[in-house]
């Protein structure tokens, strides 16, 4: 693993009407670390989250995400020129995501999301939250249906992987006990983790997060924290996120960027982004000169 960007996002604006939602927002997310978008509420966040995942088409800017080598990079400029979505090579491959509506964002350039409200198939089995998510090569391996009605091979195998891999995450999340209870009967905590399961059965290059820890009591944040980490360090996915729980932020994040008012207000590891008087002000909601008086008044 490189740490190379994965992701570099480069003069992001979204306008709605006279609204500026995003404004010349540039950062990148680098390849098997966790990376958190914050800021105050209005700042912006899902905003960006939205262009990254194709449910918004940006007003302006470019988001280019890689498979493989890192020097797939070299390519950005010529596809950039063309009127392409992806280019691909042996090594590699690149996808500019704002020429790209939202199930070819999933499906190809293999990005997953949650969202902070969390829109599980609660009527369905817990067992079969995680099989949905693999729908596409099940389909494809059934000949779209064919293969499956006949019982052949090619199908079989491809399902007994499918609930191998689901069988797989459920241990992982601790959940393999309540496989055939319906998704709507676990606790909150079971299904914001279950949620992020079913998003890494898809085996997504890049997992996005809208607020997983919104909701969630200390035990059930700390089990949280254990899951991303073990998802960045045994997997290498990178993980992209929203987060208000700055306790989470702090202790999972490798890199923050944080917005204000649509525009990027700082960018680094995570001690320089906590001391950085930008954004002290920015979630006192104070001006940057009274930062200092402030943080004394209220002990920071």
């Not at 995400?65 to 020129?81: M, V, W, Y």
């Not at 969390?118 to 099940?138: D, K, S």
């Not at 052949?152 to 195998?157: A, D, E, G, Q, S």
Request: net charge negative; hydrophobic share 40%; proline share 4%.
């Amino acid at each position: 693993m490189t740490n190379a960007p994965i992701l570099t996002v480069e003069h992001l604006s979204m306008r709605f009407g006279g609204l500026v939602a995003v404004d010349d927002l540039s950062f990148s997310a680098r390849e098997g670390e966790i990376t958190a978008l914050i800021g105050p509420n209005g700042a912006g966040k899902t905003t960006v989250f939205n262009c990254i995942t194709g449910f918004y088409k940006p007003t302006e800017g470019r988001m280019a995400l890689r498979h493989g080598n890192p020097a797939i990079f070299e390519e950005l400029a010529a596809l950039t020129a063309s009127s392409l979505r992806s280019r691909h090579r042996q090594d590699g491959a690149l996808y500019l995501l704002e020429r790209m509506p939202d199930y070819l964002v999933t499906q190809k350039a293999r990005v997953a999301r949650t969202f902070q409200n969390i829109r599980l198939f609660r009527g369905m089995t817990v067992l079969e939250n995680l099989l949905v998510a693999q729908h596409n090569p099940l389909m494809k391996a059934s000949g779209m249906t064919l293969f499956g009605v006949f019982g052949l091979p090619v199908y079989t195998h491809a399902e007994h992987h499918a609930e191998e891999k689901a069988a797989k995450w459920l241990e992982r999340i601790d959940l393999l006990d309540r496989a055939d209870d319906p998704a709507g009967d676990l606790p909150y905590g079971a299904q914001r983790r279950l949620e992020i399961a079913r998003a890494m059965c898809t085996d997504p290059v890049l997992l996005c997060l809208d607020e997983p820890a919104a909701g969630l009591n200390p035990r059930e944040s700390a089990e949280l924290n254990d899951l991303l980490l073990s998802i960045r360090d045994e997997t290498g996915t990178s993980i992209l996120l929203i987060e208000h729980d700055m306790s989470v932020v702090m202790q999972i994040s490798d890199h923050i960027v944080v917005l204000d008012y649509g525009v990027k207000i700082s960018d680094g590891v995570r001690e320089e982004v906590r001391n950085d008087p930008k954004v002290i002000a920015a979630y006192l909601g104070v001006e940057d000169e009274e930062v200092e008086k402030v943080s004394s008044e209220v002990g920071l």
